[in-house]
């Protein structure tokens, strides 16, 4: 199995402080910057959380970028009503945090008939850095090009910014608040029972295989509509 806790993947082990925001055992610990980075990429729907002057949370699609500062940066927008965007002035810490897949862990489903308890198996990221207010028009406006890019289908686009008059979009732009977020810190907790015997994983493989998955987007909205109704 390879060993996902290298060390000097990501320069600066800047993770590794008192500072961090996640407890992760080594073993749950990635640190492959193209894996944390894909991980990103595919997982985009995120939380971005300030502390100042009380916690506050906006869930929202990012996108990450690789190539600048230490770990890439991530950029995004809120609505400009949002109290949120008046933190974004280079000095204030946000974190934004990924969330992959998750599920309950039965002991039931381990092969290796050692004493063991139910579990939770999950793979998260968390980002840190400054957050930067955009302000150029030309930029946001690339900003938002770019997100409606990597979210519509690339092959087989469905719409685009395009499709909307010069003036509308300007009002869009003038509605929301741009943020950039060079990344000085990045943690990276995948919890899949890999540490455990290979009987183990495969029993864990063999369970997940046969759970129930969670409801998607188009069930939920469906039960939400008929409980209305």
Same mark, same amino acid.
């Given at each position: 199995?390879?060993?996902?806790?290298?060390?000097?993947?990501?320069?600066?082990?800047?993770?590794?402080?008192?500072?961090?925001?996640?407890?992760?055992?080594?073993?749950?610990?990635?640190?492959?910057?193209?894996?944390?980075?894909?991980?990103?990429?595919?997982?985009?729907?995120?939380?971005?959380?300030?502390?100042?002057?009380?916690?506050?949370?906006?869930?929202?699609?990012?996108?990450? %970028?690789?190539?600048?500062?230490?770990?890439?940066?991530?950029?995004?927008?809120?609505?400009?009503?949002?109290?949120?965007?008046?933190? &974004?002035?280079?000095?204030?810490?946000?974190?934004?945090? &990924?969330?992959?897949?998750?599920?309950?862990?039965?002991?039931?489903?381990? /092969?290796?008939?050692?004493?063991?308890?139910?579990?939770?198996?999950?793979?998260?990221?968390?980002?840190?850095?400054?957050?930067?207010?955009?302000?150029?028009?030309?930029?946001?406006?690339?900003?938002? /090009?770019?997100?409606?890019?990597?979210? %519509?289908?690339?092959?087989?686009?469905?719409?685009?910014?395009?499709?909307?008059?010069?003036?509308?979009?300007?009002?869009?732009?003038?509605?929301?608040?741009?943020? /950039?977020?060079?990344?000085?810190?990045? /943690?990276?907790?995948?919890?899949?029972?890999?540490?455990?015997?290979?009987?183990?994983? %495969?029993?864990?493989?063999?369970?997940?295989?046969?759970?129930?998955?969670?409801?998607?987007?188009?069930?939920?909205?469906?039960?939400?509509?008929?409980?209305?109704?």
């Amino acid at each position: 199995m390879r060993d996902v806790c290298n060390w000097n993947a990501l320069p600066g082990n800047s993770f590794m402080n008192t500072n961090s925001s996640l407890y992760i055992p080594n073993h749950h610990r990635i640190t492959d910057l193209e894996v944390i980075g894909n991980f990103m990429r595919e997982f985009a729907f995120a939380e971005l959380i300030t502390a100042v002057p009380h916690i506050r949370v906006t869930h929202l699609p990012v996108s990450y %970028e690789a190539g600048s500062g230490k770990y890439g940066k991530i950029i995004g927008h809120v609505a400009k009503a949002n109290p949120q965007s008046e933190l &974004f002035d280079g000095e204030q810490d946000g974190l934004i945090v &990924f969330h992959g897949p998750h599920a309950y862990i039965s002991p039931a489903w381990y /092969e290796s008939g050692k004493p063991a308890v139910p579990t939770w198996n999950f793979a998260v990221v968390h980002a840190g850095g400054k957050l930067r207010r955009v302000d150029d028009d030309s930029l946001k406006e690339k900003t938002l /090009e770019k997100l409606v890019r990597q979210f %519509e289908s690339e092959e087989n686009p469905t719409w685009g910014l395009d499709q909307l008059t010069p003036e509308y979009q300007k009002k869009l732009r003038q509605a929301i608040v741009v943020f /950039e977020m060079e990344i000085d810190s990045l /943690e990276a907790k995948f919890k899949l029972g890999l540490e455990r015997s290979a009987t183990d994983v %495969e029993g864990i493989l063999n369970g997940l295989n046969q759970t129930q998955p969670e409801r998607s987007l188009l069930e939920f909205t469906q039960a939400e509509i008929n409980r209305r109704a």
